[in-house]
T-cell receptor, first 111, second 111 residues
Framework: DAGITQSPRHKVTETGTPVTLRCHQT?????MYWYRQDPGHGLRLIHY???????DKGEVSDGYSVSRSKTEDFLLTLESATSSQTSVYFC??????????FGQGTRLTVV | DAKTTQPPSMDCAEGRAANLPCNHS???????VYWYRQIHSQGPQYIIH???NNETNEMASLIITEDRKSSTLILPHATLRDTAVYYC????????????FGKGTLLTVNP
């Protein structure tokens, strides 16, 4: 399996607080992705990156921002967490025209 | 990316072949068909991909119709551990790095 580490794995936070999730990879993959998964919705793309400092929005990007200052790290930030952002978040990486590798997920609860 | 259509759920008896269909009638000539699966609460896992020819690996076989408008993922001898949501994705890779998932097919393997 590709070396993908998501941190934290679980987090409970209060409404209105900022939250940052980290995805770290050791594969030197160019492309990185953040997804959220909720019951009945499957995996929905939040943001993705196609290189250092190159990012773009996915289908559910409102309320989220990302940053990629190094190849190995892709950060997802909730500027002001809301209960609707309670979800399981998955990071993925991809080297090119190849398969994607996923992290184990971060379970975020906003109370 | 071309859209895909999959049945929401399927059942299969343990030890029998599981045949999961996917319709991708708007696929372009340079788009690959990828299959992933997600076992409950885990990150999705790559299974197989193909362009035009049928493909086989240690996990599964992928049959793509001649017109490339549909494909079938075959698990030759399904086990209880194959119970998962299976996603069919069409993507051209390379410069088209955006990776979106549908809702997939929940395959339940019954004893």
């Amino acid at each position: 399996d590709a070396g993908i580490t998501q941190s934290p794995r679980h987090k409970v936070t209060e409404t209105g607080t900022p939250v940052t999730l980290r995805c770290h990879q050791t594969e030197n993959h160019r492309y990185m992705y953040w997804y959220r998964q909720d019951p009945g919705h499957g995996l929905r793309l939040i943001h993705y990156s196609y290189g250092v400092k190159d990012t773009d929005k996915g289908e559910v990007s409102d309320g989220y921002s990302v940053s990629r200052s190094k190849t190995e790290d892709f950060l997802l930030t909730l500027e002001s967490a809301t209960s609707s952002q309670t979800s399981v978040y998955f990071c993925a990486t991809r080297g090119g025209n190849t398969e994607a590798f996923f992290g184990q997920g971060t379970r975020l609860t906003v109370v | 990316d071309a859209k895909t259509t999959q049945p929401p759920s399927m059942d299969c008896a343990e030890g029998r072949a599981a045949n999961l269909p996917c319709n991708h009638s708007t696929i372009s000539g340079n788009e690959y068909v990828y299959w992933y699966r997600q076992i409950h609460s885990q990150g999705p896992q790559y299974i197989i991909h193909g362009l035009k020819n049928n493909e086989t690996n240690e996990m599964a076989s992928l049959i793509i119709t001649e017109d490339r408008k549909s494909s079938t993922l075959i698990l030759p001898h399904a086990t209880l551990r194959d119970t998962a949501v299976y996603y069919c994705i069409v993507n051209s890779g390379g410069s088209n790095y955006k990776l979106t998932f549908g809702k997939g097919t929940l395959l339940t393997v019954n004893p």
